[in-house]
């Protein structure tokens, strides 16, 4: 009998020692902004901007100014996300002060991006030393490690909508992300419908890498339970994080959001500026 205790604690302190948890700290700026924070990486996506078009949240100044000064929370970050150059995605001005301020910072986008920043932000191309620029041909992928980040930038094309028959998007080019931070896998669609989601998969079939948080564009989740099965197919997220909505239908999706927690339990929609999450993943 001991012998056989002997070996059931053995085995259970290997099969321990297999299980790994990471933790991935969340924090919500304002639409789809976030700052994704692990034990050694802090990363910020589409933080800086201050044009809601009337419809959007944007970051308080008192936000904006911690980011562009880097004060806590939002010291030791290296690494910028941008996924388009819409206003309440990007603002030129905020984002080359914050380059200026931090010799040290990457900016990952595309290269309509930087073109767009430039030409509103007369000799922004001086600051190139730390442009990161991925610019995937459409529906296709690149990769690359910034800053000991693995970075796949992925050209998922911006939702549609249409104005006397025309895509009035139709040049506009959206990056989505797939991120590294210490193991743990994220992806942020930027503005992806489900149709251009679907249509990128389709070129891509299935990301190779696991998906522990997916922030997805709401309007991916408008059908329910068949959205949330395609992806649960696709990309197989352990948890969803929905950003974009539009704040005039935050009391209809926050009631949305309790549907859809009958079939995808691990669903949040941050609604308030430096709302926190901490997801503890195992590896």
Known sequence: MIKYALILILFAEHLFAQTVSENLHVTYIANEGFMLQTKSKRVLIDALFTNGYGAFPTPSQSTLKKIVNADPPFD????????????????????????????????????????????????????????????????????????????????????????????????????????????????????????????????????????????????????????????????????IVIMHVWESAYEEWSQKVEELKNYFPNLWFPKVEMETKIYNLDR
Request: overall charge negative.
């Open 76 to 239: 030791q970050v290296a690494t910028y996300l941008l996924t388009h150059y819409h206003g309440d995605h990007a603002d030129s001005k905020l984002i080359r002060a914050y380059l200026t301020r931090h010799p040290e910072m990457k900016l990952i986008t595309s290269l309509p991006s930087l073109v767009f920043i430039d030409g509103e932000e007369f000799g922004f191309v001086k600051l190139e030393k730390q442009f990161v620029e991925m610019t995937p041909k459409q529906n296709m992928s690149i990769s690359q490690t910034i800053n000991g980040i693995d970075v796949k930038a992925m050209a998922i094309k911006h939702l549609s909508f249409f104005q006397d028959g025309v895509d009035i998007e139709k040049y506009m080019f959206n990056l989505g992300y797939y991120v590294k931070l210490d193991g743990i896998g994220i992806l942020h669609t930027g503005d992806a419908s489900m149709e251009t989601f679907k249509n990128y998969m389709e070129k891509n079939t299935h990301l190779k890498s696991p998906v522990d948080v997916a922030f997805v564009y709401f309007d991916m989740l408008k059908n329910g339970k068949a959205d949330i099965d395609y992806l649960m197919k696709t990309i197989n997220p352990k948890h």
